[in-house]
């Protein structure tokens, strides 16, 4: 069979035109695909923007009002304060017109959270505690600054957490009652004579007859025994446990006395006007 060279020399140069053909093509949507891109792109960024930008315009205006008035105005730290339930600052009481019920464990489970944990006295008595360890330099294996004081705050109220959880099951054994109650009289010295009394004595479960603060101590001397056992160093555990007795009588009555005149103070500086200790 014979070849024909013309018909394969227009074969090769028809071939070699599809490939060009084909190159020019590839070489016009490569830039085509970009372009196309980068168009759709802006197109997408020319409607999101402009509705973002116009959002963000609304919500700046609801947080920055043009005209604003008293309601959106941010709080002072005293309407902050004004506003936190009582319970908050001296812990759950009873007021002078509140009759004495028998509590049920719910409401004494209750109490116990509010007392150890949603009580800001509670962290300042704490406060207070580690305060003076620091002054006393104890543990001395804790040294001092702000990383000795911070160990000192939180070993104190792990001991407080211990004494507060034997005390609240010591009153549900023994049906006393856990939350102060303002004194039903007038005048500063019978107010801080029940204040101090309320340090040794609680009601029953009658509520109507006192008895003596045996789970507040007993609590008090377990939890100093436990502290020092899990401080730095060598301690006498039941020295350290009368100690906690000694603080839980002498701090007890006086955060007593606080929690008495609490509202008179609150009263002082302009909050808490609308709550009352007698109608």
């Not at 105005?73 to 812990?91: A, C, H």
């Not at 856990?178 to 101090?196: E, L, M, N």
């Not at 603060?213 to 001397?221: D, L």
Request: glycine letters at 10%.
């Amino acid at each position: 069979m014979r070849i024909n060279p013309i018909a394969v020399h227009n074969a090769r140069e028809h071939s070699r035109e599809i490939v060009r053909s084909e190159m020019m093509r590839a070489r016009w949507n490569a830039p085509a695909c970009t372009r196309l891109c980068l168009a759709l792109c802006l197109g997408v960024a020319l409607w999101v923007l402009p509705l973002r930008a116009q959002q963000r315009s609304q919500s700046l205006d609801d947080k920055y009002p043009e005209n604003p008035t008293p309601q959106v105005n941010v709080p002072s730290k005293t309407e902050r304060l004004g506003r936190l339930p009582i319970e908050w600052i001296i812990g759950p009481y009873i007021p002078v017109q509140g009759q004495l019920e028998t509590l049920s464990n719910a409401q004494r489970g209750q109490i116990y959270v509010r007392q150890t944990f949603l009580t800001a006295g509670s962290y300042v008595a704490r406060a207070f505690s580690a305060g003076l360890d620091q002054a006393r330099g104890e543990p001395r294996d804790w040294g001092g600054g702000s990383a000795g004081y911070g160990r000192r705050y939180a070993a104190r109220y792990g001991e407080f957490v211990v004494q507060n959880s034997i005390l609240s099951g010591g009153n549900a054994l023994l049906g006393y009652e856990p939350r102060y109650d303002f004194c039903r009289c007038d005048g500063f010295w019978p107010r801080t004579r029940h204040a101090i009394s309320r340090n040794f004595v609680a009601y029953d479960r009658s509520e109507h007859n006192l008895r003596p603060q045996v789970p507040t101590y007993t609590g008090a001397f377990a939890a100093g025994v436990l502290y020092n056992t899990w401080l730095p160093g060598q301690h006498n555990i039941w020295r350290g446990g009368a100690y906690n007795v000694l603080s839980q009588a002498g701090i007890g009555s006086g955060y007593n006395v606080v929690s008495e005149f609490a509202l008179d103070i609150l009263h002082t500086f302009g909050l808490k006007r609308g709550v009352r200790r007698a109608p």
